[in-house]
């Protein structure tokens, strides 16, 4: 059995630069990550599956439901000090999420990072174009989003909802003792000092030197649907990427680097209309600024319109 006192947890946020930051952690000698980046194990213990969105049946699949299969995630842990997981779907849950994850785990690190909403927003409904499972207009799709929520479709579809972190946050940062709070614009601007924090919290080295960072799990809309149906999360896809991740040991970072070659070349990428920006700016406006009370910090630019 693990160490509880090694344990962390990259709770989210979606669409927030956790699969670049999970890739990283993977490849620093006293971190062990789960090969699995979402093995969706605490939020399975208490969503009523199936989830009803379009393609969400690549979710009922690759959760894991028991303990023992979980354990197995981590079965090549060995003195690592600092031993993780990331699903990001435990800062939307977060009053289930939170009560599970003490009683199975009592008071583990968290680590959640953030994302300007708007921005979170948008890469998530590319993200679903991508997927070839989104096919309204963004616009469309945020109208249709309190009845895809009262449906049970999966949390990424919740574009607008999933943005509003500052609740989130708040009960994370009450309900646990080691709490850190990363912002995604600090990693594309001091990307070092900001791994630097990471390790440091984590209690790793934190003079590990980097990787070159690269963006992943990118989005967009695929030139050649045909092409991008190969790829496209489902049931069978799930079944064999289970098999790949527990059998022959693959991360998903060498899983997705093969992936994102035939994404980069099949996807182009769209931007959102201004009205559109400026209406979510005025959304996301007061909780950003309840955020940036939580954390001591001017997070206004998030909210204005450019």
């Known amino acids: 059995m693990l160490h509880h006192e090694n344990r962390f947890f990259i709770v989210g946020a979606a669409k927030s630069g956790t699969t670049a930051i999970t890739a990283q952690l993977g490849r620093h000698p006293e971190v062990f990550i789960s090969p699995m980046k979402e093995s969706k194990y605490v939020s399975s213990q208490f969503l009523e599956y199936p989830l009803r969105g379009p393609g969400d049946e690549w979710v009922d699949t690759i959760a894991i439901r028991t303990r023992s299969e979980y354990d197995h995630l981590f079965r090549k842990a060995g003195e690592e000090k600092a031993i993780g997981e990331a699903s990001v779907e435990n800062l939307y849950f977060y009053e289930r999420a939170i009560p599970e994850i003490k009683r199975q785990f009592g008071d583990p690190r968290i680590v959640i990072l953030l994302r300007n909403p708007i921005e979170r927003a948008f890469s998530a409904y590319t993200h679903l174009r991508r997927d070839m499972r989104e096919n309204l207009s963004f616009e469309a799709a ?165």
């Open 142 to 306: 945020l109208q249709e989003e309190e009845q895809r929520i009262k449906s049970n479709w999966d949390h990424i579809w919740f574009y607008k909802a999933s943005g509003l972190y500052a609740e989130q946050v708040k009960a994370y940062l009450e309900s646990f003792s080691r709490v850190k709070v990363l912002i995604l614009d600090d990693l594309k601007t001091h990307s070092s000092r900001f791994f630097r924090d990471l390790y440091q919290f984590l209690g790793v080295d934190p003079d590990h030197p980097l990787n070159r960072i690269e963006v992943s799990n990118v989005s967009g809309v695929p030139k050649n649907p045909h092409l991008q149906k190969l790829f496209r999360p489902g049931r069978f896809y799930a079944k064999l990427y289970r098999t790949v991740v527990f059998r022959l040991g693959w991360s998903e970072d060498k899983i997705l680097r093969f992936v994102e070659s035939v994404w980069k070349f099949n996807l182009k990428r769209i931007s959102m209309l201004p009205q559109t920006r400026a209406m979510l700016g005025d959304f996301f406006a007061r909780d950003i600024e309840r955020l940036g009370s939580i954390l001591d910090r001017d997070l206004s630019h998030w909210s204005a319109a450019r």
